[in-house]
């Protein structure tokens, strides 16, 4: 008695190669899957945990453990504990505060100080 294996639901890698080897053009569920199985196994194999090493999650941790800070600081703080050059950094924190992730103000010395926004 033959035993047929269920069909992956789209949204999986099964599915995605479902659709390549059927000929067909796979869903956007499906590539977005395959997308997420790629860049898990890019950084596994280079012995990083996947996801992680993105600069405004970077930033976002270390500004909910610390505090609020300024950019100098938190550039200072973050490339002492992850390979990412300072205009990475000052960029993904000025897309953060144009979409409200970060509020920013300046001190009295005119220093940017930049805090996880509340709303």
């Not at 069909?7 to 899957?33: F, I, K, M, S, V």
């Amino acid at each position: 008695m033959d035993s047929v294996k269920p069909l992956e639901p789209c949204g999986t890698t099964g599915a995605y190669q479902r659709h390549y080897l059927n000929g067909e053009t796979p869903c956007d569920p499906c590539r977005a899957a395959k997308a997420v199985d790629k860049h898990t196994r890019y950084w596994k194999a280079k012995g990083g945990e996947p996801f992680a090493n993105t600069a405004p999650r970077i930033i976002t941790d270390h500004l909910e453990t610390f505090g609020s800070m300024s950019i100098q600081e938190l550039v200072w703080l973050i490339q002492r504990r992850h390979d990412i050059k300072d205009g990475t950094i000052h960029r993904a924190v000025h897309r953060m505060i144009a979409d409200g992730r970060l509020a920013s103000v300046k001190d009295i010395e005119g220093k940017l100080i930049v805090e996880v926004s509340d709303g």
